[in-house]
Nanobody, 115 residues
């Protein structure tokens, strides 16, 4: 059974930091990329960051470049999202997606940035 589980969300003041974790398991195929998406109420889901575990290559949305860092854990199917200098507009449900020949989604973890 494939499982994708996120953790680490919460409430933080503007300028603060959070670290999200994503652990995926149960795959019969290799994970090609680990991806963090976010979705705010009334907005479309957007790709925030992704990492290709084999090469270590990363990509970021322009809105988070220089503030967010995605990294991989010791296992290929673990990814972290370090978020610094958080802004109110970063408030959203953050959802991890493990991509093989299919996409496998977690339930998400809420991040709220508010004073």
């Amino acid at each position: 059974e494939v499982k994708v589980v996120e953790s680490g969300g919460g409430l933080v003041h503007p300028g603060g930091s959070l670290r999200l974790s994503c652990e995926a398991s149960g795959f019969s195929n290799s994970v090609l990329s680990m991806n963090w998406f976010r979705q705010a109420p009334g907005k479309e889901r957007e790709l925030v960051a992704r990492i290709f575990p084999v090469s270590g290559t990363t990509n970021y949305a322009d809105s988070v470049k220089g503030r967010f860092t995605i990294s991989r854990g010791n296992g290929r199917n673990t990814a972290y999202l370090e978020m610094n200098n958080l802004k109110p507009e970063d408030t959203a449900m953050y959802i991890c997606c493990a991509r093989t020949t299919n996409d496998y989604w977690g339930q998400g973890t809420q991040v709220t940035v508010s004073s």
